[in-house]
């Protein structure tokens, strides 16, 4: 069953007590309603850290996406070291941050999960333009994961990558679910969400998420907020009844429209 987690670039690059206890807070309702799949990468500045204190004393109720973002494989270890310490000496998906270096990283990695530390590998890439060497990574056969862009507005993982997934079994996490935040700028009216109160959606962001998920291809939705009352209203949009091709067809044009 797909799931709604959370993303933390930008948002959980905050250091001093009162902003990293709001980030505190984001973790205690994200956990509360099982979006407990919490992507980082050493690129966010202070979001690792954050988020390993946010997650201190109950570590074993969360999902640890991070990732590795070094163009060298020393500058990758100390990375991977800092990373073990925030999260308990263990991370449940270890990606490989715009493919940087993936050749060095890759057997640290590897290593990394036959001991037991890292549970799954991964690739991810914003641009399209570097989704064809994404796709060559993924037909290595020594990932599971990949993480991409993909909401009604940015859709080019349609034609490459989606179908390679769904072929090669691999995991699918879906980084940027609102464009980041820019399809949030413009909402549309309530009457417009109406038809599809059916399918438990509530609010513009539900839709989106709704709209992804729905893809059976997709497996997790990473949108990010500092808001810790969103994160109620975005794990809204986890559960069934799926979109079917009508709805899905129906929140593409609203998009357009925005
Ligand atoms: N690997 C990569 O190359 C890569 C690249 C980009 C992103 N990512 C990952 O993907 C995550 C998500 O992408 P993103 O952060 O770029 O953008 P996003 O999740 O598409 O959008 C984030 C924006 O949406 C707003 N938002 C969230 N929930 C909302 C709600 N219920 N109602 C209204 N607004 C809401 C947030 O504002 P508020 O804070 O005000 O709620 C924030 O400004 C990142 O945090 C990161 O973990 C990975």
């Not at 590897?110 to 641009?127: D, F, N, P, R």
């Not at 064809?132 to 859709?155: E, F, H, K, S």
């Not at 909402?187 to 038809?195: A, F, G, N, S």
Request: with cysteine; glycine share 10%.
């Amino acid at each position: 069953m797909p799931v709604v987690g959370m993303g933390t670039w930008r948002t959980f690059n905050v250091r001093g007590s009162a902003p990293e206890s709001n980030a505190c807070a984001v973790v205690d309702h994200a956990l509360a309603v099982r979006a407990n799949f919490f992507d980082s990468s050493p690129m966010y500045g202070e979001a690792e850290r954050v988020l390993g204190r946010a997650l201190e004393g109950r570590r074993d109720a969360a999902i640890v996406a991070t990732k590795v973002w070094a163009g060298s494989p020393a500058e990758g270890r100390a990375q991977i070291k800092r990373a073990m310490l925030f999260f308990g000496g263990r991370i449940d998906l270890y990606q490989i941050h715009n493919l940087v270096s993936w050749r060095d990283h890759l057997p640290v990695l590897e290593k990394l999960k036959e001991s037991g530390q890292v549970a799954a590998i991964g690739a991810t890439h914003y641009s399209a333009g570097a989704f064809g060497d994404l796709a060559g990574v993924m037909r290595t056969g020594r990932i599971t994961a990949v993480q991409i862009p993909y909401n009604p507005v940015q859709r080019e993982v349609e034609s490459t990558i989606l179908p390679l997934a769904a072929e090669l079994g691999l995991g699918v996490v879906v980084m940027r679910p609102f464009g980041e935040g820019a399809l949030m700028r413009r909402v549309p009216p309530e009457t417009d969400l109406k038809p599809l109160a059916a399918f438990g959606v509530r609010s513009w962001p539900q839709a989106l998420l709704k709209w992804i998920l729905s893809d059976p291809r997709c497996h997790v939705a990473i949108p990010a907020t500092l808001n810790p009352g969103r994160m109620d209203e975005n794990a809204g949009a986890g559960s069934p009844p799926w979109f079917g091709p009508d709805e899905r067809a129906y929140v593409s044009r609203l998009s357009g429209r925005i």
